[in-house]
């Protein structure tokens, strides 16, 4: 890499007042075609651009992003990353992601600030711990790593936490997945981009992409504010706009893009070393290394490009937080936002291909694609250079809501991010 | 927060009175026999989602419990107007709605 | 066992908090003050309100016309509620309701309607006091300075619904789910905290439609009035 | 800095009244209406915390909600709060606060140290380093988790309560400055309803701190003083001081916060009222007077304490009667910032002005502070201040009259304050929180929000970019008067008068040039909160950090509990001069709530604790407690899990209490299972397409049980439906599932089959349920009923009776979820209590055993039949529960679900299906959740073929039993499966889910 991060190269550039640090991505003027178009510049696209450019050896590739690098939802997220998923295929597809994230600042030579401090799903019925056992137990089995924690073990952890019989929903116990943890949102789209830029990847901010130009059931380019882009392949990762692209294709995907918002506290000395979610109660908490409590909230009922929903939302969740951390309700939200994920009936995602040849969808993350970010790039990639999904992928195609395999994530694990 | 105007109890009020119940008019299979997998899945799970007008259903869950239709907008959030089930459905057939 | 031995005693949703051991006869300090309506009759009636023939069974066997939306009507038969385009909510007193039961369903034979028996599963709570709109305002979102004696409406109050009727100036009454009233009392009472809240006495009937039909209630008596 | 007090009239603070109060240990004293900021300069205190990235030592800059550095954590214990400004906190007898920040001390700061080498800490120095060796990272992170964060997080619960206020308002004025007064009282005159908020202690805003202005002939405070009296009396119209409006959402939806106690003294707070409330304020039409916040410009060393903002100076002078400084630099671009010098020179500071311009201000202004006894040095700025831990000295810079340029040094003059004025920042953010855009104003350098506008909200006054009082209020009352006369409500009479005095024009900069090579000049600060330099920007955009969206998370500029309020737009500015573009088309960062940072507890409100989430309990609940039993919560509802006599532990109690039923008789309360009373004409044809099964040829008197699936063919909810009559049903749900089911079928009728007669009335609070269960349950009904004949033949299994019982009226149930003989007693549920006490009473002789949850579970999984939930899980059929009996495929209705069993995916045979276990040790109970393999080697991955959903030991059976979800388990009868859980692996038996009675006799005797 041409302009390698270290220790080193900070104090060689200090000395200079870094006034001789390189663009970290580049940011050429679109060419006219290319081999592949990677439709969206948030974590999930410049992952794909990376991985297609660095393991299949595309060379000619461009992102698109109407806005800048990362404005989509990679910016926007409580940056929870796990991968206990239940059941068999999702599981593959998340651990999948997390080892690429345990190796990914160094493989980018970006310090994403991958955080492994351990994600606490906490049950708070005996259905919930029922469900817990069930996880754990698939998770264990799949490669996962995964322990089961009693009221006292989660206290140890999370002294903030109120485990006593008076609360409305008393904790019983928890899963713990200690390798998960959380990465810093915005670093993750920069060392991505960085390292596209690097492999010669074309990233065009501000270039909206209006519609497809498919003929013969073919993909031949996208039209976009910048005009006309031919490409032979054109991948679509626009989270929370894929419908409205595929509508323009003709294709109809089974996607509702809701609001789903997120709150952060004033930033606190070290308070709480875990990430701890609930879903009977619904919160979900972690505290980010400048000190700050970043905290997730429900998804607002109805289809919403706004980013933003409905303030009413953002109360219930205090309430859930203030009932599972009754001395936090004198910390202070410093600032909240929303973002827009589009939704699948089974909370799992597409990966996949279309009817139109040469054109593919990565979309459906929903609530919980941050995570997945190195992991859905790297099969997205592999999709896109075979023109077959991988493995991995292969159960997250289309068809799977018109055979009926669905892999549905809401049944015994319905924790949304 | 929206309000809503439920065309029931002839009223405006705050969205927490009501569930939204997505999109409206989507009609189920005369026949559902004779849906090949891909009509009954496009029934069952594809969705116009779009960013612009759009008809959906929301119900008045906290008051006279009646789902009816609203035409809002999903990124302004504007909201053109509520209507019973029926009216809407004439009002989105004359827009050329499918 | 013969029936004979039998004593049957009914309970109400809110008998558990004792409301009827704490409850002082509220002061003009007292900003806020409510208490239970306890063992009301209810039933709720299903019909199409458009349907003409429906309008006529319920008219003469309660003698009240159907309510407009978001609004009752009362006469002897107690107090008429509209919940929905086919429901309405009659509250009655115990003494007549078996047999205003018994008419309308004979009164229904033929039509699309029905009576459903829902004594069980409602209880009124009565919020009067100075600041009372105050209260309702902290509890909901609802206009409730608008709402004028007449309007009944359903509405939501945290985490669940209930129905806020207007009788007169003096109070209003909330009309909720058995299993959801201890709930709505403790928000209440929450809300109501700053205001020298206090568990009252109810107050003589006088014209109000639904404190009139507890078993046993009296006429006004003004002394028994708080100024609101 | 060495700030003092001066006494001067006008001021907003009460000298009778001292008000002692303790800083980082010290013991001071200030007066009534003083803020803490305030008071601890007049006491001197300049030193108040360390910079979050570099350590270095911070004072105030400002006076309000802008304030980045002055962060405390105030009281200690329970009532502890964290990072509040100590501009913001009223100071209140027996405060005490402390520093949030510097370790181990305030004065000795160990990260000041590394903040020293801030040379090797550009922006991204984290991302940019600290990858080596991996392993190490979580030991480097542990640090600089360490070194972040300000104040800490309370650790015992919060003694204090919260609510909600909900308003529904023609006017909402956000701000009590003079715009928002007049603009309120224009309003109220015109006999709207009007809410007026100013998060202030008292209204007045820029008033209180301009001791000089005068309004229609009357002092500021004075006409400041009347207007508030006179909207008092107006019935229309509410004042809410200490009352922040920190969001704007569609519609005008305003969410405000009162603070109601914080600023009384511990003894004065009441019980009884809330710490905080928050105000939903929904406005016909909202009229936005939020004013501006004076910002600094840059300059090197700027965030010494000492430096301070001009506005801020003149706030602490003329409301609170302290002076910052003795000998004072005031570096400003403009005219205004003279007033500032002109009040602190005849409070007695030795002030220089520092104007930038070469020509200066207006003569007028120009003549005052040279007749109040300052020194005006034009055409210069401050390229660096000098100091240890405060402002000693500042090195001037001579700039180029043209080009913004240093030109030559210019001299080092001595001070112990530093001011600077960067002009007014538009306080634009409730115009912006809902998608707004604020316009660039290139005259008034800021942001500003329109002044028209716009369909639900005027603008008016400094917001609006108003900066002049006269032309303010002149702006206020002509956008008022049109406003109001477009709807039809009159004109609104004379603007107020105030005189502007013509100034000169301001000069166009931000960052004052130091003359020195880029980034190797002193540090110059842009975000103090987040160690923003101007260098820093730059560095940002070189390394193509372009859009100010970038610079913003890149460098975290405007990222701290001030969200920028001081260094957004010199931020901006400095960026669009790296870029080469002009401000406008770099636009500001996104707007978002909180304008400034809202409690949690103020946020939740009521829906807290005791009113988090309604406890739903049955008529009967009094009883359970008063038995002693444990509870278990199934959705909202809490019911009985098990009775344990004395020394009983879950297992004994159940194994009893499952005996019981099976062999005497014992009672169960089961109210909560939802009930729907279904009427009409129709309501058997909508069975037919709700339900799997058929219900055409169901009699009055019967009870079936029905399986409803969701339109994707998966089992969503089962239950027991009673014939009332031909066109009348009553119909049970899940306990759980209550809700969805009548929304379920509403949605159904009212989308899709409208044209269907049917009612759907819930009756799940009006009818109380006790289940008698046993071989001698008849005996116990027999003694509470006379009027039914129990006799097998007259009331068989799945019939059902109208009767009396104990007296009462009442439907009974004869079905069974235990396979024995059963019955369920409903009635009226205010009567649950006494039918409950009724029933144990007949039963005494038989020894009636009551039972809860976990027992009923037993029982029904010794059955095989399945808790919805439990068993399934959203992925399964009625085929893979075993259940084809409950499929009517041959009914003309295709019912919901149904299309989809014949999917490719629905139909193979290798999907998970429901089973029952036997463990090979008989004593052996397998985990809920354990999964199931084909072999006792285990390979990660494995193999998985399903899980162990249900599993007790039943006392009746003298073992344990479990129920399972395998893959082509219907045809895998006998085969051997190892259920898997923690490592611990147990060999089970594929078995019918029946344990008990399979024929089924039990029931029908
Ligand atoms: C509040 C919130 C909390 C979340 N919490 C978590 C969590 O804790 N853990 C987790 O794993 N996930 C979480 N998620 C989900 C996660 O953020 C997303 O799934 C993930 O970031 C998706 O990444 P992406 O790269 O696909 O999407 P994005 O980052 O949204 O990228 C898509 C890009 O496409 C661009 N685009 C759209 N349309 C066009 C067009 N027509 N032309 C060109 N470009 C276009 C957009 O501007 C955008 O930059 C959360 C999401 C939100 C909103
Ligand atoms: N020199 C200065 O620093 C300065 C600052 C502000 C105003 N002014 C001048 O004062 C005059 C009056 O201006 P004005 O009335 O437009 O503004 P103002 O600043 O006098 O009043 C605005 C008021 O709104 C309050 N406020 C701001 N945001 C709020 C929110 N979200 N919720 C509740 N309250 C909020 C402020 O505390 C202040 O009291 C004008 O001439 C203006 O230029 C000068
Ligand atoms: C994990 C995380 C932490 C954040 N921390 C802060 C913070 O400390 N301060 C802040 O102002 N915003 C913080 N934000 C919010 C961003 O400022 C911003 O609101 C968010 O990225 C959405 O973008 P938008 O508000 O510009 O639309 C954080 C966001 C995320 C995802
Ligand atoms: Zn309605």
Redo the contacts with the bound molecule.
């Keep these: 890499m041409a302009n390698r991060y270290s220790f080193w190269s900070l104090l060689r550039h200090g000395l200079k007042h870094h006034q001789s640090w390189q663009p970290a991505w580049k940011s050429p003027r679109p060419k006219d075609r290319y081999d592949v178009i990677i439709v969206g510049g948030g974590g999930h696209g410049l992952a794909a651009a990376y991985y297609l450019a660095r393991e299949h050896g595309v060379k000619n590739i461009a992102v698109l992003e109407k806005g800048w690098l990362g404005s989509g939802n990679s910016a926007r997220n409580t940056t929870i990353i796990r991968s206990n998923y239940l059941w068999d295929e999702s599981a593959f597809l998340f651990e999948h992601s997390l080892k690429l994230w345990e190796g990914l600042s160094q493989d980018l030579n970006f310090n994403v600030l991958f955080s492994q401090r351990g994600v606490m799903n906490v049950g708070h019925t005996l259905q919930d711990m029922r469900d817990i056992e069930r996880r754990v137990n698939a998770n264990l089995l799949n490669g996962v790593d995964a322990v089961i924690l009693t009221p006292r073990q989660i206290k140890e952890r999370v002294p903030l936490i109120d485990i006593g019989p008076g609360a409305r929903y008393p904790v019983m116990g928890a899963s713990f997945q200690p390798r998960g943890g959380v990465a810093r949102h915005d670093a993750v789209v920069w060392g991505f981009a960085r390292a596209a830029s690097d492999l010669g990847v074309d990233l065009i901010e501000q270039c909206e992409v209006h519609d497809f130009i498919v003929e013969n059931g073919c993909i031949k380019g996208v039209n976009t504010s910048q005009g006309p882009i031919l490409a032979e392949r054109v991948g679509c990762s626009a989270s929370g706009h894929n419908s409205v692209l595929a509508a323009t294709a003709g294709i109809r995907l089974p996607l509702e893009s809701h609001p789903l918002q997120a709150l952060v506290s004033e930033s606190l000395k070290p308070a709480l070393d875990t990430v701890v979610m609930s879903n009977a109660v619904h919160a979900y908490i972690s505290q980010s290394d400048k000190g700050e409590f970043v905290i997730g909230a429900g998804i607002d009922g109805y289809v919403g490009y706004g980013q933003r929903g409905s303030p009413h939302v953002i109360e219930h969740t205090l309430s859930a937080i203030v009932e599972m951390f009754p001395t936090l309700s004198r910390v202070r939200m410093n600032r909240q936002w929303g973002g827009i994920v589009d939704v699948t009936p089974d909370a799992n995602p597409i990966i996949g291909k279309t009817r139109v040849k040469g054109l593919y969808f990565n979309c459906g993350w929903g609530t919980g694609g941050f995570k997945a970010t190195p992991g859905a790039g790297h099969l997205f990639a592999h999709t896109i250079a075979h023109d077959a999904p991988h493995p991995i992928n292969a159960p997250f195609s289309i068809e799977r809501f018109l055979t009926g395999r669905l892999v549905d994530e809401h049944g015994a694990s319905a924790v949304a991010h | 927060m929206f309000l809503i105007y439920c065309p029931y109890c002839k009223a405006t009020r705050e969205e927490e009175e009501f569930h939204n119940a997505g999109e409206a008019f989507i009609a189920r299979p005369a026949d559902p026999e004779a849906a090949s997998d891909e009509e009954w899945g496009d029934y069952l799970f594809m969705r116009k989602n779009p960013k612009g007008w759009h008809w959906e259903q929301w119900q008045h869950a906290a008051g006279c419990g009646r789902v009816f239709a609203v035409k809002r907008h999903t990124l302004s959030y504007r909201i053109a107007g509520s209507w019973t089930l029926a009216a809407g459905k004439a009002l989105f057939l004359q827009e050329g709605g499918v | 066992m013969s029936d004979a031995l039998f004593q049957p005693y009914a309970r109400s949703p809110l008998d558990p908090l004792d409301l009827a051991g704490q409850a002082v006869r509220p002061s003009p300090e007292n900003g806020a003050w409510a208490n239970e309506v306890r063992l009301l009759a209810y039933l709720t009636l299903r019909g199409d309100s458009a349907d003409p023939a429906y309008a006529r069974a319920v008219r003469t066997v309660c003698g009240l016309s159907l309510p407009d939306a978001g609004r009752y009507v009362s006469g002897v038969a107690g107090v008429l509620l509209w919940r929905s385009p086919n429901e309405c909510l009659l509250l009655t007193s115990r003494r007549q309701a078996a047999s205003l039961r018994v008419a309308l369903v004979e009164a229904f034979a033929g039509l699309l309607a029905e009576v459903v028996d829902q004594s069980g599963g409602l209880t009124t709570v009565y919020l009067a006091g100075a600041e009372q709109v105050t209260v309702l305002r902290h509890m909901g979102g609802y206009d409730f300075g608008s709402l004028e004696p007449g309007q009944a409406i359903a509405t939501v109050f945290g985490k669940t619904a209930a129905v806020v009727m207007r009788a007169d100036a003096h109070g209003v009454h909330l009309i909720v789910r058995r299993s959801f009233a201890a709930y709505l009392w403790a928000l209440l009472a929450r809300s109501a905290r700053p205001y020298a809240f206090t568990v009252g006495r109810l107050p003589a009937a006088g014209t109000d439609p639904v404190l009139c039909l507890q078993e046993g209630a009296t006429v006004l008596d003004r002394q028994d009035r708080v100024a609101v | 800095m060495s700030g003092y007090r001066v006494s001067r009239p006008s001021q907003r603070i009460d000298r009778d009244q001292t008000v002692r109060f303790r800083f980082n240990g010290r013991d001071y004293s200030g007066f009534a209406g003083d803020t803490l900021a305030s008071a601890l300069i007049a006491n001197g205190v300049t030193l108040l915390g360390r910079s979050f990235k570099y350590g270095r030592p911070r004072g105030i800059v400002g006076a309000?909600p802008e304030e980045p550095n002055a962060l405390v954590q105030l009281e200690d214990g329970a009532r502890t709060v964290p990072d509040v400004k100590a501009t913001q906190i009223e100071l209140y007898p027996g405060l005490s606060a402390r520093s949030c920040s510097g370790w181990p001390s305030l004065a000795l700061d160990l990260k000041s140290l590394l903040g020293r080498c801030g040379r090797f800490m550009p922006p991204g120095f984290y991302y940019k380093t600290f990858m080596a060796p991996v392993r190490a990272w979580p030991v480097y992170e542990k640090i600089i988790r360490k070194a972040a964060g300000f104040g800490t997080a309370p650790t015992a619960n919060d003694p204090d309560f919260y609510d909600h206020l909900h308003h529904h308002v023609d006017v909402l004025v956000?701000?009590?400055?003079?715009?928002?007064l007049w603009a309120a009282l224009l309003a109220g005159r015109a006999g709207l309803k009007t809410l007026l908020?100013?998060?202030?202690n008292e209204?007045?805003?820029?008033?209180l701190?301009?001791a000089s202005a005068r309004i229609d002939g009357l002092a500021a405070i004075d006409w400041v003083a009347s207007r508030r009296a006179e909207l008092d009396a107006l019935p229309n119209v509410a004042v809410l001081t200490r009352?922040?409006?920190?969001a704007h959402h569609d519609l005008n939806l305003v969410q405000?916060v009162e603070r109601l106690q914080d600023h009384l003294p511990a003894e004065a707070r009441r019980a009884d009222q809330p710490r905080e409330r928050l105000h939903r304020i929904r406005a016909g039409h909202v009229i936005l007077?939020?004013?501006?916040?004076?910002r600094p410009l840059v300059f090197g060393n700027n965030d010494l304490p000492g430096v301070l903002t001009a506005?801020a100076a003149?706030t602490y002078l003329n409301r609170y009667g302290v002076v910052v400084g003795r000998t004072i630099l005031l570096l400003t671009h403009n005219d205004?910032a003279y007033d500032t010098a002109r009040d602190l020179a005849l409070a007695g500071s030795r002030v220089t002005v520092i104007d930038v311009r070469q020509r200066g201000a207006a003569p007028a202004r120009h003549a005052a502070v040279i007749a109040a006894g300052a020194t005006v040095l034009t055409g210069f700025g401050i390229a660096e201040v000098r100091g240890g831990n405060r402002v000693r000295a500042a090195r001037l810079v001579r700039l180029d009259p043209l080009s913004l340029k240093a030109t030559g040094k210019g001299p080092v003059l001595n001070a112990d304050c530093v001011l600077s004025s960067g002009g007014?920042t538009a306080?634009v953010?409730?115009y912006c929180h809902n998608g707004g855009r604020p316009l660039w104003d290139e005259e008034r350098l800021s942001f500003v929000a329109p002044a028209g506008g716009r369909d639900d909200m005027c603008c008016?006054?400094?917001?609006a970019g108003?900066?002049?009082?006269g032309e303010?209020l002149r702006q206020t009352h002509e956008t008022l008067g049109a406003w109001l006369a477009a709807r039809g409500l009159g004109a609104a009479g004379q603007a107020p008068q105030a005189d502007d005095i013509p100034a000169a024009p301001t000069r166009r900069v931000f960052r004052i040039p130091d003359g020195r090579r880029p980034g190797a000049g002193a540090k110059a600060f842009v975000d103090f909160q987040n160690d923003v330099t101007a260098a820093d920007i730059h560095i940002a955009v070189l390394e193509n950090y372009r859009s100010v969206e970038h610079v913003k998370r890149y460098t975290a500029l405007g990222f701290g509990t001030d969200q920028g309020k001081l260094s957004n737009i010199n931020g901006f500015a400095i960026a669009a001069e790296a870029l080469g573009k002009p401000i406008a088309s770099v636009g500001t960062t996104t707007y978002r709530p909180a304008?400034t940072p809202v409690s949690f507890g103020a946020l939740a409100g009521p829906h807290a604790r005791e009113t988090f989430d309604p406890e739903r309990h049955t008529a009967m609940h009094a009883r359970h407690v008063a038995a002693g039993a444990a509870f278990e919560r199934v959705g909202q509802w809490m019911r009985p899990h098990y009775f344990p006599r004395p020394g009983e532990d879950l297992h004994a109690a159940v194994a009893r209490e499952c005996l019981a039923a099976r062999q005497g008789v014992a009672v169960m309360d089961a109210t909560t299972l939802g009930k729907i009373d279904v009427k009409g004409p129709d309501a058997r044809e909508f069975l037919n397409r709700v339900y799997s099964n058929a219900w055409s040829k169901l009699e009055p008197g019967k009870c079936r049980y029905g399986l409803m699936l969701d339109e994707n063919g998966m089992v969503m909810d089962d239950g027991v439906t009673a014939c009332l009559a031909d066109d009348h049903f009553h119909m049970t749900t899940t306990t759980g599932g209550a809700a969805r089911v009548l929304s379920w079928l509403e949605r159904w009728h009212q989308t899709e089959w409208p044209d269907l007669k049917v009612f759907f009335t819930s009756t799940t609070d009006h009818w109380c349920t006790t289940a008698v269960v046993g071989p001698k349950s008849r005996d116990v009904l027999m003694r509470l009923c006379s009027d039914i004949d129990f006799a097998m033949d007259a009331f068989k299994f799945m019939d059902w009776r109208d009767g009396t019982v104990a007296g009462l009226p009442a439907r009974v149930f004869r079905i069974s979820f235990s396979g024995e003989v059963a019955y369920e007693i409903n009635v009226e549920a205010s009567y649950g209590d006494y039918v409950w006490q009724s029933v144990l009473a007949a039963g005494k002789d038989f020894g009636i055993t009551p039972y809860g949850t976990e027992s009923m579970h037993v029982l029904r999984a010794e059955k095989g039949f399945i808790i919805v939930g439990q068993d399934s899980d959203g992925s399964m059929t009625p085929f893979d529960l075993g259940m084809a009996w409950a499929v009517g495929m041959k009914k003309p209705f295709s019912f919901l679900g149904r299309r989809s069993l014949t999917r490719s995916d629905t139909v193979r045979d290798d999907r998970k299906q429901l089973v029952g276990l036997l463990t090979d040790d008989p004593a052996a109970v397998l985990t809920e959740g354990a999964q199931l393999l084909s072999s006792p080697q285990v390979t990660i991955p494995a193999d998985m073929r399903g899980h162990v959903t249900s599993s007790y030991f039943s006392a009746y059976l003298g073992r344990s039993i479990a129920l399972a979800v395998v893959k082509g388990g219907a045809a895998s009868g006998g085969e051997t499966v190892y259920a898997w859980s923690g490592g611990q692996v147990t060999a089970a038996r594929i078995v019918s889910s029946v344990f008990v009675d399979p024929q089924g006799e039990r029931q029908h005797v």
């Design positions: 309000g956000v701000g009590g400055g003079a715009c928002g908020v100013d998060d202030q209204a007045g805003g820029w008033l701190s301009e009352t922040t409006a920190f405000a007077a939020a004013g501006a916040i004076e506005a003149q205004a007014l306080t953010h409730l008016v006054g400094a917001v108003y900066w002049g009082l303010a304008y």
